[in-house]
């Protein structure tokens, strides 16, 4: 691993950790083990950092997403895989996810580019999974439902869940794996 991705595996670990207010250069050169001044020549400053690291996360994430729903033989199978994995990277000590939990683009970030860039990147999420439930809809495993809203309510369950489950003590032994039977039963629910 290179200084400048020690860097950037400090980086995410302490954005997840303490959000973007409370990680500073000099935390982050501590946890990578390398000078202060490293940072600001590979990355220029604390937010150019945070957006590469929210950025680097969020891509990960998109490409896993992509890779479940691929295997997906149904469009509501694939809104299960997509739930599976976007569970179970949350969850994934190698992806740094709480970067993206404790750092949204609609919170730490000023407007501008870098907030500009994240929100660009986090609609890649909704809208695979639209897609996902377009699918569904077209092959008939889903009812007629309203394709955005149903995607918004199946992320609003996901994002809930991982909040409940990385931030809170309230978190049910099971409860990722009962939001994804939760999803599928509603989803799957013809009285709706």
Same mark, same amino acid.
């Given at each position: 691993?290179?200084?400048?991705?020690?860097?950037?595996?400090?980086?995410?670990?302490?954005?997840?950790?303490?959000?973007?207010?409370?990680?500073? /250069?000099?935390?982050?050169?501590?946890?990578?083990?390398?000078?202060?001044?490293?940072?600001?020549?590979?990355?220029?400053?604390?937010?150019?950092?945070?957006?590469?690291?929210?950025?680097?996360?969020?891509?990960?994430?998109?490409?896993?997403?992509?890779?479940?729903?691929? =295997?997906?033989?149904?469009?509501?199978?694939?809104?299960? /895989? /997509?739930?599976?994995?976007?569970?179970?990277?949350?969850?994934?000590?190698?992806?740094?996810?709480?970067?993206?939990?404790? !750092?949204?683009?609609?919170?730490?970030?000023?407007?501008?580019?870098?907030?500009? =860039?994240?929100?660009?990147? /986090?609609?890649?999420?909704?809208?695979?999974?639209?897609? !996902?439930?377009?699918?569904?809809?077209?092959?008939?495993?889903?009812?007629?439902?309203?394709?955005?809203?149903? =995607?918004?309510?199946?992320?609003?369950?996901?994002?809930? =869940?991982?909040?409940?489950?990385?931030?809170?003590?309230?978190?049910?032994?099971?409860?990722?794996?009962?939001?994804?039977?939760?999803?599928?039963?509603?989803?799957?629910?013809?009285?709706?």
């Amino acid at each position: 691993m290179t200084k400048k991705d020690m860097v950037l595996k400090a980086a995410k670990e302490l954005f997840g950790e303490y959000g973007y207010n409370d990680t500073t /250069f000099k935390k982050i050169a501590d946890r990578a083990g390398v000078a202060v001044g490293l940072l600001s020549h590979h990355y220029g400053s604390k937010e150019k950092l945070f957006r590469v690291a929210g950025l680097d996360v969020t891509e990960r994430l998109v490409n896993v997403l992509q890779g479940e729903v691929a =295997a997906a033989e149904s469009g509501l199978e694939a809104v299960c /895989f /997509f739930s599976e994995g976007y569970l179970k990277f949350s969850v994934d000590p190698n992806e740094d996810f709480l970067v993206l939990v404790r !750092c949204s683009p609609f919170s730490d970030l000023k407007m501008g580019n870098d907030r500009d =860039a994240m929100v660009q990147k /986090f609609a890649q999420i909704p809208a695979l999974l639209e897609t !996902c439930v377009a699918r569904g809809v077209r092959d008939g495993s889903l009812p007629d439902f309203p394709v955005s809203e149903t =995607a918004s309510i199946v992320l609003c369950n996901l994002v809930g =869940a991982v909040r409940t489950k990385l931030l809170s003590p309230y978190s049910p032994p099971n409860l990722y794996g009962g939001i994804v039977k939760f999803i599928r039963r509603s989803l799957t629910n013809r009285n709706s």
